[in-house]
């Protein structure tokens, strides 16, 4: 893997749909930083949803890249929510080394009425249940999964407490999403979606500089109370420079992935690895579709024919897939609904 350490100020613009690796020798620090353009756009367009859950699913986009861009093996990650709120399921599926696609499932005329009223924020959208990020190495291999509670929190604050719990190394996510009016030239002006998000653990050599402190023990007596102990300094000032980051900053064309990290450590002194690209691809295709339609009996097939024929609708990138009933393996000589 390519390096670069800033001896002198990086480029200003930077590229859309990338993922730019980082690491901070002298705070024992790495991260990644995410920027999001066309990509996103093309998967919210696509489903027109309405803005509250277009921005939603953009930070879990954004999130999924800044995590499954840090597998080291062919496999995929995938983020997913289920919860009680109005948006009752996010699923965001990755795959190496680039391949993103998502979609949600949402009650829309209560989006449409919380929206209405000024109450459409995540904690209210997502409502109550559970986040599950899941390691997918093949089918050779087990499946590795996290799942932490959702219960009024937004997802940089889930994605917190996940790596607390689950991974126990001290990590900060700053996301951000906005839709933004683009000018081509020779064409009117459009509203664009556009993501970025940054993410930053220590990592240091020594595990006892990463001891984090213990979940509140309620009202346990004074000696089963946990013991009390500093950050390590080099993490406070990594945290705390992360923290000053701004929404804009993150999705502004004009910063690239480069300037922003030079703004934040380059008293520190930051080295930056190969770029990864990001693109919307859907992992569906026919002959998937038909694997599936095949492991349906007789009765099922009939089932889902409607006017003499099948449609499969792929929920991600909102493909139609449109088959002849006879054309299937268990198909057995009837077509009617």
């Not at 800033?6 to 480029?11: E, G, K, N, V």
């Not at 604050?157 to 996940?162: D, L, M, N, Q, R």
């Not at 991600?316 to 002849?324: E, K, M, P, S």
Request: glycine share 6%.
């Amino acid at each position: 893997m390519t390096d670069t350490t800033f001896a002198s100020r990086p480029p200003q613009e930077g590229a859309d749909d990338t993922v730019q690796p980082f690491a901070v020798s002298a705070l024992d620090v790495r991260g990644r930083v995410v920027r999001l353009g066309p990509a996103l756009d093309a998967i919210l367009d696509r489903h027109a949803y309405p803005k509250p859950v277009s921005q939603l699913l953009g930070e879990a986009v954004a999130l999924t890249c800044l995590l499954g861009s840090s597998l080291k093996f062919d496999g995929r990650f995938i983020l997913q929510t289920r919860t009680d709120g109005p948006v009752s399921m996010l699923v965001v599926d990755y795959q190496t080394p680039d391949r993103i696609r998502a979609c949600a499932t949402f009650d829309r005329a209560a989006v449409e009425t919380m929206t209405a009223e000024g109450r459409a924020s995540t904690v209210a959208l997502l409502g109550r249940g559970h986040l599950a990020m899941t390691v997918d190495q093949g089918a050779e291999m087990n499946r590795y999964q996290g799942v932490v509670a959702l219960d009024g929190a937004t997802l940089e604050e889930v994605a917190h407490a996940y790596f607390a719990q689950s991974e126990q190394i001290p990590t900060r996510v700053r996301l951000a999403v906005a839709e933004m009016l683009t000018r081509e030239p020779g064409q009117p002006p459009r509203h664009a979606w556009r993501a970025g998000g940054i993410l930053v653990q220590f990592l240091p050599e020594s595990q006892d500089r990463i001891r984090q402190r213990d979940l509140a023990p309620g009202d346990a007596p004074e000696p089963g109370r946990p013991e009390e102990f500093s950050d390590d300094d080099a993490w406070v000032e990594a945290r705390s420079l992360v923290e000053t980051v701004e929404d804009l900053e993150l999705i502004d064309p004009a910063l690239s992935s480069e300037r922003l990290l030079f703004r934040l450590f380059h008293e520190r002194g930051v080295r930056v690895f190969e770029t990864q690209t990001v693109q919307d691809r859907c992992r569906c295709t026919r002959d998937a579709v038909t694997g599936m339609l095949d492991q349906f009996s007789a009765e099922e097939i009939a089932d889902m024919t409607v006017d003499g024929a099948i449609v499969v609708t792929c929920e991600f990138c909102n493909t139609r897939y449109h088959y002849d009933p006879a054309s299937l393996k268990n198909y057995a000589g009837t077509a009617e609904a």
